[in-house]
């Protein structure tokens, strides 16, 4: 059984975790899971929360178009009933001795568009953890 990945747990988000932590006890609502993405070119944050009220899409980005500007951080509450197309894909293969499996997930969700990807050698973002934690509470509530 999967431990929900919670967003206390994101090395990758810094101290935008504490913000996102006030936001959710302002909201009073209860986190299931979280999943973390950096662009690995500019470091912008999408970070998605699958609560009791629904799921929360965080972006973290610079107010401006220089990356030296302030940092914002803006989210949209998606209530359950209009997350749409949740779906789980899977892949895996054997290697010839069938000994050792690869195994690459993916968790797609149509509406708010949202692509995560992560495999069985995958660490952080990529982690199967990660992604199945979310996945298995997103699948859940949006039914």
């Known amino acids: 059984m999967l431990r929900d990945m919670k967003i ?5 988000v810094g101290p935008v975790r504490g913000l996102v932590q006030v936001q959710l006890g302002k909201l009073g609502a209860a986190e299931y899971a979280t999943h973390v993405t950096r ?5 912008r944050l999408r970070i998605l929360v699958a609560t009791d009220l629904g799921l929360l899409d965080y972006h973290y980005a ?6 030296a500007d302030p940092w914002l951080l803006r989210g949209t509450l998606n209530r359950w009933i209009s997350v749409k197309g949740v779906r789980l894909q899977s892949d895996a293969q054997l290697d010839a001795e069938g000994r050792e499996a690869r195994a690459v997930w993916h968790l797609v969700i149509d509406e708010p568009k949202a692509e995560l990807a992560a495999d069985s050698t995958g660490v952080g973002e990529r982690s199967e953890r990660a ?6 509470a997103c699948i859940k509530q949006a039914r």
């Open 8 to 12: 206390g747990e994101w090395d990758a």
């Open 62 to 67: 610079p107010s401006g178009s220089n990356p």
């Open 131 to 136: 992604l199945l934690d979310f996945a298995q």
């Open 39 to 43: 662009h690995p070119e500019s470091g």
